[in-house]
């Protein structure tokens, strides 16, 4: 009922700049919370950013004063703007929202989008 879209992934140097964008469609009534989180090969998927409807954000310790999240609450987007990437960066990216619905009653559910690769190397 809810899909989720990641684009904006690529190969980067260190130091470089990259900015994700996931679109949430469906027959969604708002999305309260929406973010990014990371896996990396033989690692636990973790946090990077989230943002909730009224713009509180949430960031990883390891991505502060480097990654942004932002979001355009009219057009169910949310936003990763990555600044200074390190090597350490490299992962796949997944989109993640908390979905309120309404279909004749009120519900809310989990989605992810299907991941987006983020390589940084020189």
């Known amino acids: 009922q809810v899909q989720l879209v990641e684009s904006g992934g690529g190969l980067v140097q260190p130091g470089g700049s990259l900015r994700l964008s996931c679109a949430a469609s469906?027959?969604?009534?708002?999305?309260?919370?929406m973010g990014w989180y990371r896996q990396a090969p033989g690692k636990e998927r973790e946090l990077v950013a989230t943002?909730?409807?009224?713009?509180?954000?949430n960031h990883a310790d390891s991505v502060k004063g480097r990654f942004i999240v932002s979001r355009d609450n009219a057009k169910n987007m949310v936003y990763l703007q990555m600044n200074s990437l390190k090597p350490e960066d490299t992962s796949v990216y997944y989109c993640?929202?908390?979905?309120?619905?309404?279909?004749?009653?009120?519900?809310?559910?989990?989605?992810w989008g299907q991941g987006t690769q983020v390589t940084v190397s020189s």
């Open positions: 993640n929202a908390r979905v309120r619905m309404y279909i004749n009653e009120f519900s809310s559910s989990n989605y």
């Open positions: 943002m909730t409807i009224s713009g509180t954000t």
């Open positions: 469906g027959r969604i009534f708002n999305i309260p919370t």
